[in-house]
């Protein structure tokens, strides 16, 4: 996927200054995971035994969630019923960190509910228990509704209507919001369930997923060109600036009022569950376009999203760190994520991987200049173990061991270098002359060294075989040495 138009960096701190009005149907999300073990003797069903449960804010308010972790303010307007769910609901809104709840509480109606029972070991959800009034919000509650949500829209940024059809976004509810918001110039998204789209006149954008497309437009909506053709008219309906169709594994397309239709592949990935995919992507568009983004870019950036939350577990919420990952090349975020100044840096990340079972490995050098025969050591010693750490010698170090013309490139150029390749794993700068300390510190089940070491001359080697691990020689490559390379590039001969 080509990397977005606008800088990410520069385009997350444009998010974070910025204020979302999110607007919809809020529910309480459960989710009991455990293993199916027989078959229940009262009837032919799976039993689930349960060994853990988790509790979200679902619905809109899952969109809310999303908002907050990727680094832009929520204000949210919804409807809960005066219930033990609706208690619980606004106290994890009040303590949630960049959500700002009105929540309007309509004592007829229970709050949403959803319990969803799943198989923990192969992510499956085997049965789902609502409770809820799926009906239109009562004359009293949506009088209520739109005296919360309009002094709400001047200081929001952008607006977002997340329709689960429970009942708050009535056609009144719609209507008052979206010719608020267009009397002051603010965007409107509407993630929406009615077929009828003409209650969204004005909106923006309109986010439906295929499914509801091909309803709304009564469309097979197969194909990105298919989606485009059936557009026209909707939009024209609708009286929207663009519809963007959202196509799980197989993407999203998005067309504009003017100009050309848009196609993103989904990225690659294992999907664990798609509860809250959507809000996720409603959520990316809306900060996206908030900060000034363009339709590739909010489009590229709902797509990057929709990959993480797919990836974990329950009705989930992204982070901005989480999205960079996903979203930027591999080597752009290598040195920020595998380079440690201190070895003190190390211990919560060999906690995590001897947690996993996994082995770690350990060589070192200066790495001056990186020529093939440094790759070849490097790359048998990852093939060796599970994780492959790289000690570096500091500068003060390697003047102390090369002269003082050395090293050539300073240690931060060098650290990036080594992230940058994929068999390393974890970069390490230490000060002393030797790696001693740092072998210690990490106790490596694999230390590595290339050929032109003995056992006995590779420093630490007793630290690792009294510990249990091995050590391993690695026949270099001949005709490659930095110091000649330095040479040849200074003009010298030696």
Known sequence: MPTPLLDFDALAQAISGRTVLCIGDIMLDEFVYGEVSRISPEAPTPVIVAQRSEIHIGGAGNVARNIASLGARCVFVGLVGEDDAGARLKATLADHAGIESALVCDPSRPTTRKVRFVSEHFSTHMLRADWEQAQPASDEIETKLIEAIVPQIARADIVLLSDYAKGVLTARVIRHTIDAARKLGKPVIVDPKSLNWAIYRGATLLTPNRKEFAEATRSRADTPQSIVDASEDVMRLADCEAILVTQGEHGMTLVPRKGEAVHVPA??????????????????????????????????????????????????SVSAAELRRRILPHATLAAEEKVVSAPEGLDAQLAEWRGEGLRVGFTNGCFDILHPGHVKVLTAARAACDRLIVGLNSDASVRRLKGADRPVQDERARAEVLAALEAVDLVVIFEQDTPIDLITRITPSVLVKGGDYTREQVVGHEVVEAAGGTVVLIDILKGFSTTALVHRARGETK
Do not use: E, H, N, Y
């Open 267 to 316: 990225f690659p990935v294992k999907v664990r569950d798609v509860s809250g995919a959507g809000d996720t992507v409603a959520a990316a568009l809306a900060v996206s376009i908030a900060a000034g983004a363009d339709w590739d870019t909010a489009l590229r950036m709902a797509s990057a999203a929709a990959a993480v939350a797919v990836g974990k577990q329950g009705t989930a």
